[in-house]
């Protein structure tokens, strides 16, 4: 079950060139390229004649004409010609899906369309500012389901024992959790104060010594996540703390786009307030960030296993309030869309 009045990532922006391919969102195919004025177009990937992937056609001007039998479609999903010379029956066209492109990604709408609202897409402060430099991947394959990976990135407790050799540190075993529910997700939080920066990030703070340390995860509905990492030199952290002139922040964003029930493709980039030009700190950014994801992989993979195949029932942990509040919440919001549109199609 999935939220589907949402906006969900479909592909990176440079990712949907001007040739059909099929994408895979919330279970459903869908035949994507840009047109000859660059906007990218997507529609159901089924022609209705016999159900052949649309993807597996060709691009005719703006048009996508099906490998099979030649229906044609226009961008909107209408049939504009079909073989036989008659009349092209009312039943010929396929569902479009709204798209917007952002922060060099493509979001697509996979609800009620009447209602999609690009206003509605994440807002992330800093984006195009000159002050911040970004890093980022390519997107991920999970083997899991999308939950897995949005209680994944609301469990700092989690760092101590799957990113010993990078986010780590003493301190993020046993230090307490605070959770606040918000109206648009839940956040894990806690400073951690005068330790030692974890590996990762003691190869980027721009000072010595020990530190005050905040992690705040954050995953909003319906599963996009922040992560927040601030590091102040020791004494000047906290939640009223001054916070020191050489405080390194790393806003990290992550988008969960499920796939199939048991799939995920994982988006992911980090804003940092520091060195913004500095191309070699970016690369070297990447490729830390994108192996503590692999351990997060091969963590979340073996997790779906264990939950498909456990003979016995799971526990929860006081640790994983944060995880558990989310999922009951966006739960809530899929029942009740379901109820809506249960009545609608009355």
């Known amino acids: 079950m999935f939220l589907k009045n949402a906006w969900y990532v479909a592909a990176w922006s440079d990712e949907i060139v001007n040739d059909l391919q099929q994408v895979k969102v919330l279970g459903e195919k869908i035949c994507m390229f840009r047109n000859s004025e660059g906007e990218v177009i997507a529609m159901e990937d089924a022609c209705p004649h016999r159900k052949l992937p649309l993807s597996k056609g060709r691009i ?38 709204p798209v917007h492109e952002k922060y060099g990604l493509v979001w697509i709408w996979m609800g009620n369309a009447a209602i999609a609202d690009i206003e509605d897409i994440i807002d992330i402060p800093n984006f195009d500012s000159p002050e911040w430099g970004i890093n980022r991947g390519a997107a991920m394959e999970l083997n899991c389901n999308y939950l897995l990976m949005c209680d994944n990135l609301l469990d700092p407790t989690h760092v101590a024992w799957v990113h010993e050799s990078s986010f780590a540190a003493a301190a993020t075993k046993d230090t307490p959790l605070r959770v606040t529910k918000t109206d648009t997700g839940v956040i894990v939080h806690r400073w951690m104060m005068d330790h030692e920066p974890a590996p990762f990030y003691k190869k980027v703070v721009e000072f010595e010594g020990n530190c005050d340390r905040l992690q705040h995860y954050e995953v909003r509905y319906p599963s996009h996540a922040l992560i927040r990492a601030v590091f102040t030199p020791a004494g000047t952290g906290g939640v009223e703390g001054p916070l020191h002139e050489n405080t390194f922040v790393m806003d990290s964003y992550n988008f969960m786009t499920p796939t199939t029930e048991h799939e995920t493709r994982y988006y992911w980039f980090q804003l940092r307030n520091i060195r913004p030009d500095d191309e070699e700190l970016s690369a070297m950014m990447s490729e830390d960030v994108r192996g503590a994801f692999e351990e997060d992989r091969a963590v979340l993979d073996a997790v779906q296993i264990g939950m498909d195949e456990k003979t016995s029932p799971h526990i929860d942990l006081g640790i994983d309030a944060g995880q558990l509040r989310f999922r009951r919440q966006l739960e809530a919001m899929i029942a009740e869309e379901a109820m809506v549109d249960a009545k609608m199609s009355q």
């Open 60 to 97: 005719k001007g703006d048009n996508v004409e099906c490998g099979y039998h030649g229906l044609t479609f226009d961008c909107a999903g209408q049939c504009v010609w079909a073989p036989g010379g008659g009349r092209i029956p009312s039943a010929a066209r396929v569902r479009p899906f």
